[in-house]
């Protein structure tokens, strides 16, 4: 590899992010386009490997990086998700990166992607077996075990959000009732909160979303709980439960040595984590006690250096 750099994207519903980033994880240049309004999958495809170049300002990619939400093809380097991507079912987000660069181009989940990341070169540093837990419009999962994804059978990723938390909770999309992600995203948060703005209890959560109830979001129902609005603390409540009893699980599923928390909801870690860390403590038959439970700390970041971190794996793999 030499000195090249790596290439990182991480291809988000509303934007895309590219950096090119050093082998020891240090970000050299980044940049950023819409991830919709290009007209076609191609137009947005020549877009992207342009800001690709841009990062590159002259020089060569060791390899690519990928990572977007699932489903994906990691065989044929395809996307088959329409509902939170504006790109066709089918997209090949590979050929065009190997067509242009003839580099290797590794494509991953973003959950994954930034598991990668936080264990390279964040929270889960050293960590034998370390689960990421990422709280946004959803909840993703990625488990790195010493140093690599984890997947499942047919390199499947594993649906952690999805994991049953509350069996009275709302019913999600997926077709179950109290997921994780339906409990503690910020979508399900905010939806939350906009049931009970239209309620009698909800009078805080109208007024801070401007008189309108479909205007809130999660963020009006944390400041309303901050604030002392039963209601909200309610719904806040609801989240922290689903939460700790998820890694309750997960730390007796997996048995993990490092449990890290990021994604936007996790702005305000310090309302989950005394929760989570007594269960921890509850954590008898697989002992919770030596597990580190940490925020994310790569930001917005995570993305991108996971996805590097993706390609150089995929090189020494094929070196």
Not at 98 to 106: E, H, I, W
Not at 159 to 175: A, F, K, L, R, T
Request: aromatic share 4%; hydrophobic share 45%; glycine share 16%.
């Amino acid at each position: 590899m030499g000195s090249k750099p790596l290439i990182g994207i991480d291809l988000g519903g509303t934007k895309t992010a590219v950096a090119a980033i050093t082998q020891d994880g240090r970000i050299l240049a980044r940049t950023q386009l819409p991830t919709g309004g290009h007209g076609s999958a191609e137009a947005f495809m020549a877009a992207l490997v342009a800001r690709v170049r841009e990062v590159l300002a002259g020089a060569e990619p060791a390899a690519i990086g990928i990572g977007a939400s699932g489903p994906l093809d990691l065989a044929r380097g395809t996307i088959h998700n329409p509902y939170t991507l504006p790109l066709p079912d089918g997209t090949d987000i590979v050929t065009p990166f190997r067509q242009a660069f003839a580099v290797p181009v590794a494509l991953e989940n973003d959950a994954d992607a930034a598991a990668l990341g936080e264990h390279w070169r964040g929270a889960a540093q050293g960590y034998e077996l370390a689960v990421c837990l990422t709280f946004g419009t959803g909840v993703g999962g990625g488990v790195v075990l010493k140093g690599r994804v984890f997947r499942g059978a047919g390199g499947v990723h594993p649906e952690i959000g999805h994991m049953p938390v509350d069996p009275s909770g709302p019913e999600c999309y997926c077709g179950v009732r109290g997921c994780l992600e339906a409990m503690a995203s910020g979508t399900a948060i905010g939806q939350a909160g906009l049931e009970a703005a239209q309620g009698r209890s909800g009078a805080a959560l109208l007024s801070l979303a401007g008189g309108r109830a479909e205007m809130v979001r999660a963020e009006h129902v944390f400041a309303a709980a901050r604030a002392g609005d039963a209601a909200a603390g309610e719904i806040i409540g609801r989240a922290v439960r689903a939460a700790a009893d998820a890694v309750f699980g997960l730390v007796h599923t997996l048995a993990p040595d490092a449990m890290v928390l990021g994604g936007g909801v996790m702005r305000h870690y310090d309302l989950f984590e005394p929760a989570v860390r007594d269960a921890l403590k509850r954590c008898v038959l697989v002992p919770g006690s030596g597990v580190l439970l940490a925020p994310a700390q790569l930001g917005n970041d995570a993305g991108v250096l996971g996805a590097a971190r993706a390609a150089a794996l995929l090189l020494q793999q094929q070196g």
